[in-house]
């Protein structure tokens, strides 16, 4: 783990210099996916949290239409911008694909016809609009993408881009931290080395507060950065307080609140002046529209008028 | 979960029914992927098991290769048989993908000509051999795929299989049991209903030993299957101990033991009788060799043994 910080520093230093230098570009750092806790040295068993990495994988996307860079910085195999429309579905990648122009099935090919692998024609269309996206984006350097897997890994690798991105860019820079972390780890002291056995009778593990980063993160590593933080909760009761509490808590500008059943389709923006619905019609709904296409021009408008501020 | 056991039912007696009437045909059950512990009833956190599903989904191919028919009991999201080779990798799938031609970059496309998406040529070759077999697989019924996420399900989801397989197969059935399978859980009626809060200090979870069931498999589901499970560890003097104590407690055919830092290249067959280990030797890991490819015809000569017995 420790031996991937340089090659992920210099990466990042790389990306941001390149954009920071383009006049009025601004950059978005995404988390997305879980964390694990390990709960042995030589790991086996972890505690995680439930995130296929939707919201940030289809964030990503809508911050890239509206001329973002933007750093996506998301748990190994969890959900990636573009691809996600080919992944984690119930059909497998290679239900898309045919051979010789047989949608459906392949026919083994006579020995002196070479076989050929193609796009089944029913999902052509679909398939060039998001490549076409997906090669613009990495042609024009505008999408880095970094992965981790223990909560250990993200926080140190956020705190190296968030310092990176606190110096090179100021008020241009947007944290959309959609990453579901963990709250509690086992610290190294306290692990075990080996696999726990299993044994009579119950299992007993204590975990430690994983330290909190957001602090940090606002007052010392980027304090002119536009920091949107999420809070999960399937409680509805305590969403607007436990948003609320969090922002005086860490003095950043955005929760957005949702709930593990609906959030889908209505999320809340929480701030210390207020707070709203942003929601789907029933309409929208049915027709598949995504509510991040609703939710990046909203933050990308308010992170307008945050650099704005600075310009008066 | 409870709501979908008829549809798995019903699709687990249709694939048996089938290739039990074929003079000859052997199936094997392979699961594969870890099991999900949820700590909630509203799950936002729960314990994992490490693992991809690279044995499981891996073994299948093979076990297709040498005819049989497989039902792939899998984590959701885990690695699946064929398309493993363009999942989990450090290229997208997309980066698989070319437009008009041109390799690796795509081009707008002029507005009087329809854009075409292919597999750039350079993997092209490679894909066809996957997809034939792929193909081969579901245009002939040889592969039926079943999910599961938490380890309640997969108990009731393995439990259904065995029994269905017992009854129909006799000797014909193999039982592959490479999932990794928590040991430990919480009960229902002990789980609490919304987001465990995080506090000031420490958490301590206290969970339960999952039951034992191999026991009941080897006795009372399908006593006259060829039942092989897996045993992981990561201290060395531990495995083959641990493997025999197994076989002894269990009563069934054979424990293939692996260590976590070695399992891609040696892995240990324990039977009451004796252990041995199977290698790939230095050129074969440099070539690439998986070591599926050896372990999956050793246990095609081992089944049929057993098979064998029961004629004689």
């Not at 709960?39 to 973002?68: H, I, K, P």
């Amino acid at each position: 783990m420790w031996n991937q910080l340089p090659e992920v520093q210099a990466k990042v230093s790389e990306f941001i210099s390149r954009h920071s230098a383009v006049e009025g570009r601004r950059v978005v750092l995404v988390t997305s996916g879980g964390t694990t806790v390990p709960l042995e040295a030589n790991t086996v068993r972890f505690v995680d949290n439930f995130s296929a990495g939707t919201r940030g994988a289809t964030s990503a996307e809508y911050f890239l239409d509206a001329g973002y860079a933007v750093i996506f910085l998301h748990r190994q195999y969890s959900l990636q911008p573009y691809s996600r429309h080919y992944s984690h579905s119930k059909n497998c990648f290679l239900d898309y694909m045919t051979t010789n122009g047989q949608s459906g099935e392949a026919k083994l090919p006579s020995p002196e016809q070479s076989p050929k692998v193609h796009v089944d024609p029913e999902y052509e269309s679909a398939m060039i609009d998001v490549l076409l996206k997906y090669r613009k984006a990495k042609d024009q350097h505008l999408l880095l993408m970094l992965d981790y897997t223990t909560v250990q890994q993200y926080l140190l690798y956020l705190h190296q881009i968030c310092k990176i991105m606190g110096t090179l860019l100021g008020r241009r820079g947007m944290f959309y931290l959609a990453a579901a972390v963990s709250d509690f780890f086992v610290p190294k002291a306290r692990m075990v080395e080996h696999k726990i056995q299993s044994r009579e009778g119950a299992l007993t593990m204590v975990l430690e507060q994983v330290p909190k980063f957001l602090k940090p993160l606002v007052k010392d590593w980027a304090p002119s950065g536009y920091i949107v933080s999420f809070k999960l909760e399937t409680d509805p009761a305590l969403l607007v307080p436990k948003s609320q509490q969090s922002l005086d808590r860490y003095g950043h500008q955005l929760v957005i609140g949702n709930l593990l059943n609906t959030r889908k389709w209505t999320v809340t923006f929480v701030t210390r002046e207020s707070h709203n619905n942003v929601t789907l019609t029933p309409a929208e709904q049915r027709d598949g529209v995504e509510i991040e296409s609703v939710i990046i021009p909203e933050l990308v408008k308010r992170h307008a008028d945050w650099i704005g501020v600075e310009k008066r």
